[in-house]
């Protein structure tokens, strides 16, 4: 007799993990220590990595993400996504959480702790404005969250990033401090390396995903796909994060390095940040009725914030010199090691707030 939810999905089980999961935390300090050595002894690495670019992201990082994502995308079974758009509460609580509650909790964790530095505040604020689409997806599978609830919050938020993006910007650059009597910060956003951000880091894995799973499938059935070949592409989700996490630290290595001050002040808020919305967001996910998997998969798109997109932005709009800059590039090098680090903390706090869940992974 097998046991469901009672949305009818079945118990997740966790396999043994692998030698690369099972270390995963000592694999990331080591890859953010080897970019930071990159980056500082290597000579013309930096000006080898930004040659050439997709959009405003150098080539081997866009390169990283999207070898990161495709094989998460690819476990997706794209057939069952209909029931996720039937869940009202899992839509509006994300909805909630990723454009009301995320980018004015920024706002106010931005004016607390950096009033004094206005360019590394308006960094931080652009920062809660981009909703994660990327690396959410590695999380959210690491904590044995909901995968095709992921997908589609995931494309959820690229809509509402195209259209929501540039005015949520004018609102809490300009508006928002006018009316609190606050300095305002004129900034212009680009529609078009919003929506080219989407389809690069979205659009090509997710395409590429969902053509394998249908093809796979079609070619030799589930039972083969999921496993036999889900296992060998999924570890290429983990090199793909490496490897972006290498480049990622080698690109910023000198500006991390020569202001370790500057760093500690973006980064304290930004700590809040991803441990504050993740809590939330997870214990209302339990409050409202979803169980485990839905839970930690609204924590976790609700939690992470859309780097390749700030950066583009503060860059484009301040210059690749300017302190909103260097804001957008601490983000993910603090986003990465805490949200790996709520991946655990989601898995330990499952069996005690989910009794009798089924999605609640099975050790």
Not at 268 to 281: A, G, T
Request: proline residues 5%.
């Amino acid at each position: 007799m097998s046991t469901t939810t009672k949305d009818g999905e079945q118990p997740r089980v966790m396999t043994e993990m692998s030698f690369l999961d099972r270390w995963l935390p000592v694999w990331i300090l080591a890859a953010m220590a080897v970019g930071l050595l990159l980056g500082r002894f290597v000579p013309g690495l930096n000006t080898a990595l930004e040659a050439v670019k997709i959009g405003s992201v150098s080539l081997p990082i866009a390169i990283g993400l999207l070898v990161m994502m495709y094989p998460v995308l690819a476990k997706v079974r794209y057939d069952e996504t209909g029931r996720i758009g039937a869940d009202r509460r899992l839509l509006v609580t994300s909805l909630v959480l990723n454009w009301l509650v995320g980018p004015a909790l920024m706002f106010g964790l931005a004016w607390i702790f950096l009033a004094d530095l206005p360019e590394y505040r308006t960094g931080l604020i652009i920062v809660g404005l981009a909703r994660c689409i990327a690396m959410v997806l590695i999380w959210n599978d690491l904590a044995c969250g909901d995968r095709e609830a992921a997908a589609v919050l995931v494309a959820i938020n690229s809509v509402f990033q195209v259209i929501a993006f540039g005015a949520l910007g004018w609102f809490y650059l300009q508006a928002l401090p006018s009316w609190l009597g606050l300095p305002t910060t004129s900034a212009e956003f680009s529609i078009g390396a919003i929506v080219l951000s989407v389809l690069i880091f979205l659009g090509i894995p997710l395409v590429a995903g969902f053509l394998t799973r249908i093809l796979g499938e079609r070619a030799k059935g589930r039972t083969w796909y999921e496993e036999r070949f889900l296992p060998k592409v999924g570890p290429w989700a983990l090199y793909g994060l490496l490897f972006t996490i290498v480049l990622l630290f080698a690109l910023q290595g000198d500006a991390i390095l020569s202001a370790p001050g500057d760093v500690a002040r973006i980064a304290l808020p930004l700590l809040v940040y991803f441990v504050v919305m993740f809590l939330v967001s997870f214990l209302l996910g339990r409050a409202i009725g979803l169980n485990y998997a839905k839970s930690t998969t609204v924590a976790f798109t609700a939690s992470g914030n859309n780097f390749e997109l700030a950066i583009a932005v503060a860059i484009g709009t301040f210059g690749v010199t300017s302190g909103q800059a260097l804001a957008g590039v601490v983000g993910p090098l603090i986003e990465v090691p805490v949200l790996v680090a709520l991946v655990y903390v989601a898995l330990a706090m499952g069996r005690r707030l989910f009794p009798g869940d089924a999605t609640v992974p099975i050790r």
